[in-house]
């Protein structure tokens, strides 16, 4: 149903475009990241059950800088840990825990000052092609796992998932990078 271009984002970039974004590599890890070869960074995919996304639509959105952006407990989610990590090469090893659900994690930059990201109400999900996209692990069934390996900046980083209705749910995390 909604599956849309969602391998696009980089077309209109070139290379100078990621460069800017300080993107040197991108690429799926195969095999656990050695110390030597940067931060790992663990990622938890989350939900409370099949009820979570009940309360979309009967709650403010919970997207950053949205109404709900603050608001406790919340029906999804992602967890990072560590949250701080050092610039330069980082894996993402993600694991969906969702019982039922499929979640994915995608990287885009923050701007100092946290602004909305584009969203597109009418798909209940963020505009990932005017984002700050940098990569992803797309679609993790429950259980599943996958690796994302990218090279960071410092600065502020968003973590979050897009399948429709889950990014205003609450489902993203923030973190820090450090030089
Ligand atoms: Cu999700």
Redesign the pocket.
Known sequence: MLNITRRTMFAGLGTAGLASLGLATVGLATTPARAADGSVVKVE?W?KGGSSMDKLGSEPMRGVAMPGAAMPNRA?GITATPATIKAGVVTFEAINTSKE????MIVAALPATPKALPYIADEQRVDEEKGEHLGEVSELAPNATGALRITLKPGKYLLY?N?PG?YALG?WTEITVTP
């Open positions: 995919l939900d999804m659900m499929v979640h994915e998932c399948v889950h489902m």
